[in-house]
């Protein structure tokens, strides 16, 4: 069945590093992928999504590109800040009526 | 716009006691409606989802059932709860409008079981 794996945190950062927190996923046929984070005693909000191979998701200026080639979907932003401490959650749906979540990456950025 | 609310945010109950959470959708109509369970330090774990009023379907054998009276409310109920019924639970949604659509989460309810 499909799955997603993501890279086991946590990942404590010093503001303005570089982020890269790693998600590569198995499936049948052509998922959609997504990025959702979680602050601290909130739900999950949308951060980013793509659709198909090469696609690029971003906001807030956090980017993730949809390899097909590499079945991944990391996800990178240049300078981080402290307001960025967060789960992250990788996820992707075949359209069907569930979605598969990875395990959880808690970031942690220190002024 | 689509909102989506769910109340208790938080709950501290005893073992054994009975449990009813709820979760409404404002600004659709007829969407798919999901009940998660994170644990502490742990993944989602999809407890339920309903495609339709009446229609539940269950992922995991438990204490804990579903349903959908209405269109666009869906309640976790338990009879008897246990320990490890304690965590964060999750409502969502999504739309049908389109293959691949996104699920928006509620804000979620902090439950206790002592």
């Known amino acids: 069945g499909d799955s997603v794996t993501q890279m086991e945190g946590p990942v404590t950062l010093s503001e303005e590093a570089f982020l890269t927190i790693n998600c590569t996923y198995t499936?049948?046929?052509?998922?959609?992928l997504f990025w959702y984070v979680q602050y601290p005693g909130e739900g999950l909000q949308l951060l980013l999504k793509a659709t198909k191979a090469d696609d690029k998701g971003s906001n807030k200026g956090f980017e993730a590109t949809y390899r097909k080639e590499t079945t991944s979907f990391h996800l990178e932003k240049g300078s981080v800040q402290v307001s960025d401490s967060a789960v992250y959650f990788c996820?992707?749906?075949?359209?069907?009526?569930?979605?598969?979540f990875g395990a959880g990456t808690r970031l942690t950025v220190k002024p | 716009s689509q909102t989506i609310h769910q109340w208790p945010a938080t709950l501290v109950q005893p073992v054994g006691s009975p449990l009813s959470l709820e979760c409404t959708v404002e600004g659709t109509s007829n969407p798919n409606l999901y009940w998660y369970r994170q644990a502490a330090g742990r993944g989602l774990q999809l407890l339920f989802y309903?495609?339709?009023?009446?229609?539940i379907s269950s992922e995991v054998p438990q204490n804990l059932s579903a349903s959908r009276p209405q269109d666009r409310q869906f309640i976790l109920s338990s009879k008897k709860l246990l320990l490890s019924d304690s965590g964060f639970y999750l409502c969502?949604?999504?739309?049908?409008?389109?293959?691949?659509?996104?699920?928006?989460f509620g804000p979620g309810t902090r439950l206790t079981v002592l």
């Open positions: 499936a049948t046929g052509y998922p959609s």
């Open positions: 309903s495609v339709g009023i009446g229609q």
């Open positions: 969502a949604w999504k739309g049908l409008a389109g293959r691949y659509n996104e699920q928006f």
């Open positions: 996820a992707l749906s075949e359209g069907g009526n569930d979605m598969r």
